[in-house]
């Protein structure tokens, strides 16, 4: 069964660098998203990406954040500038189309902001 | 606007006993309404979804779902729990009108032998 997945499955990096987590959504979808969550709180939108362009974005998603697909298989999420507050599990997900369409969610990147 | 509410972030039944978490919704269009289970150090996994018709369905391990649109409620049950059960449930919605979703707090399910 297709799936889609995530690397690395753990990041520990310090305060004020750049990460670049990694997505590999399903072959033939075409939305994609990434959610996150802060430990013991609830899962939370970030960003939707649509025909190369993001599509929705929350109040987290700020200029420190940013979305790329920069192939036909990798789905991208950078974070510029690191801040303690920035730990967290981030889940990439995607879904052939939006609304009542089911989002398939990756095992998750855990990030520690040291 | 869209938000869940998930009663009680932990539940825990005997094994073989019913299994009841309970979610509340609140949407301003029509909902899709979704449940997912997340077992340890694994990512989230459709159990079941509500977009229209049937009020009540069946998702996988056994687990079922009824829309009330009057109590805006979207409660999971499964008649008998088994100990493979134990995870975090996470109800989520979404409508026609946005592409995300918003999750739940999660209630975490503890199966007593």
């Not at chain 1, 997945?5 to 033939?28: A, F």
């Not at chain 2, 938000?3 to 269009?29: D, F, I, K, M, P």
Request: hydrophobic letters at 35%; a negative charge; glycine letters at 8%.
């Amino acid at each position: 069964e297709p799936e889609v997945t995530q690397t690395p499955s753990h990041q520990v990096t310090q305060m004020g660098q750049e990460v670049i987590l990694r997505c590999v959504p399903i072959s033939n979808h075409l939305y994609f998203y990434w959610y996150r969550q802060i430990l013991g709180q609830k899962v939370e939108f970030l960003v939707s990406f649509y025909n190369n362009e993001i599509s929705e974005k929350s109040e987290i998603f700020d200029d420190q954040f940013s979305v790329e697909r920069p192939d036909g298989s990798n789905f991208t999420l950078k974070i510029r500038s690191t801040k303690l507050e920035d730990s967290a599990m981030y889940f990439c997900a995607s879904s052939e189309g939006w609304g009542d369409e089911t989002q398939y969610f990756g095992p998750g990147t855990r990030l520690l902001v040291l | 606007a869209q938000s869940v509410t998930q009663l009680g972030s932990h539940v825990s039944v005997s094994e073989g006993a019913l299994v009841l978490l309970r979610c509340n919704y609140s949407s301003s269009v029509p909902p899709y309404l979704f449940w997912y289970v997340q077992y340890p150090n694994q990512g989230l996994q459709l159990l079941l979804k509500y977009t229209t018709g049937a009020t009540l369905v069946k998702g996988i391990n056994g687990f079922e779902a009824e829309f009330k649109k009057s109590e805006t409620s979207f409660h999971l049950t499964k008649p008998s729990a088994h100990m493979s059960d134990a995870a975090e449930y996470f109800c989520a919605v979404a409508n026609s009108g946005n592409e995300k979703l918003t999750f739940g707090t999660g209630t975490r399910l503890t199966i007593i032998p």
